[in-house]
């Protein structure tokens, strides 16, 4: 019996496109590496942000340029790119009832969870959830499967009365590893392919679907 709800942000509660995409370009022209504005690079929201940036400057994870484009990146994301950003319908109410209905609800997310807290307070989602869980500022915990793994050993969950909710790839195998069931947001920024390839348990169309998934 599901008891445990984690939920993913980025593309399954709030919409970030603009503050991710403009913070990430402004980081990357710090560097030295501008990209064309005519380049889609939404591909970004969701993963770890950190390799995603690697990826675009062709550099190792762990190199110094990609540091670098990621302390650019939060130079314009912290105070501006955290607010760039929208609900998606019908949030705050099926979080309302599944409160209501008594889920236990832990938010998981690769962002760091100081920005999350934030956001989540911003659109005063914060009161719904048991805890906010996001990753530190140093990369720790940016893995979903690291960080859906923490989640369970801080609450003491079982991982049989858990279900992940995302929008990408990384929610649902991060949940597979510890055979946590998931649900797909099919509105957020994973494509058919991915989704079709990572065979979550369903796939709703909307946030407020989940209610009756569930």
């Not at 939920?7 to 710090?30: E, N």
């Not at 805890?131 to 720790?140: A, H, Q």
């Not at 957020?188 to 079709?196: M, N, W």
Request: with cysteine; proline share 4%.
């Amino acid at each position: 019996m599901i008891k445990n709800i984690l939920i993913d942000l980025d593309g399954t509660l709030t919409d970030p496109k603009v503050g991710i995409t403009t913070s990430a370009r402004y980081g990357l022209a710090k560097v030295g590496h501008p990209i064309a504005d005519s380049e889609n690079i939404d591909w970004i929201i969701g993963p770890p942000l950190k390799s995603s940036l690697a990826k675009i400057l062709k550099v190792d994870v762990h190199a110094d340029l990609a540091e670098q484009a990621l302390l650019g990146y939060r130079e314009r994301f912290s105070v501006t790119g955290l607010f760039e950003n929208h609900l998606f319908a019908d949030v705050t109410s099926t979080l309302q009832e599944l409160k209501k209905q008594g889920y236990k609800l832990f938010l998981a997310t690769a962002k760091p969870e100081v920005y999350a807290r934030q956001i989540l307070q911003h659109f005063e989602l914060l009161q719904y959830f048991d805890y906010p869980y996001g990753s530190e500022l140093t990369g720790e915990r940016t893995n979903k499967g690291d960080l859906i793994g923490y989640i369970l050993e801080q609450e003491k969950l079982e991982p049989t009365e858990c279900l992940m909710v995302g929008d990408r790839e990384h929610d649902i195998f991060g949940a597979r590893r510890f055979g946590i069931e998931t649900i797909a947001v099919e509105y957020g920024y994973g494509s058919k392919q991915e989704l079709d390839e990572a065979q979550p348990k369903a796939r709703i169309q909307t946030f407020a679907e989940l209610l009756n998934v569930i």
